[in-house]
Each structure stands twice: as C-alpha cells, then as structure tokens.
C-alpha cells in the first residue's frame, strides 16, 4: 500500500506552491514537513519494524530470558521507499489535479 502519510503532505506542498507561489515561506515549511514526514515513514519507523522483529524473536527463545511477555511488538511499522515514493507522486498528482 503507498504511504498516505506523504500522499497527504506532497499533496499540500504542491497545492500551496500551486497557489501561494513556490517562493513563498509557507511552501517551503510545507516542504521541509513533507521530508520529514516521508523520512520518518521510510527510515525512522522502518528501523523501529526491524528491531522489533528481533526483540520478538529474542524474547521467544527458551531459556534465554525470564522475562514473560504479554503481547507481542508490532512489526510491521514503517514504508518501504518505494511505497513512500508512490505516495508522494499520489499527493503531487492529486495536488495538481485540484
């Protein structure tokens, strides 16, 4: 599934570089969102996903830990970059469309 985090955020980049101008402080805050929003999407939970497949397989190992663990961490958190790129192209289509 594309992101539609940063479906969301290129999409009100591209709507207010479309009416405000691309030159103006308001696009350039909304872009720098939309980076960040993409980088944390593909990198930052991406790495949370990974490392919680690991702890998961850790705590499952007998006799390794005697730590008893209710629920299992959610590993599926973050985008691949190609879903992330899919997104984002999404959110500049939409954006020039409206």
Not at 14 to 43: Q, R, S
Request: contains cysteine; hydrophobic residues 50%; aromatic residues 6%.
């Amino acid at each position: 599934m594309p992101s539609s985090h940063s479906a969301v955020v290129t999409g009100l980049a591209t709507l207010v570089g479309k009416y405000e101008g691309v030159d103006t402080p308001i696009f350039a805050v909304t872009l720098i969102l939309a980076f960040v929003v993409m980088y944390d999407a593909c990198g930052v939970r991406r790495a949370a996903g990974k490392q919680a497949v690991l702890l998961n397989k850790i705590i499952e190992t007998p006799g390794l830990t005697g730590v008893q663990v209710s629920e299992r961490l959610v590993e599926v958190l973050g985008h691949t970059p190609v879903q992330v790129f899919v997104g984002a192209l999404i959110g500049v289509v939409v954006g020039l469309i409206a």
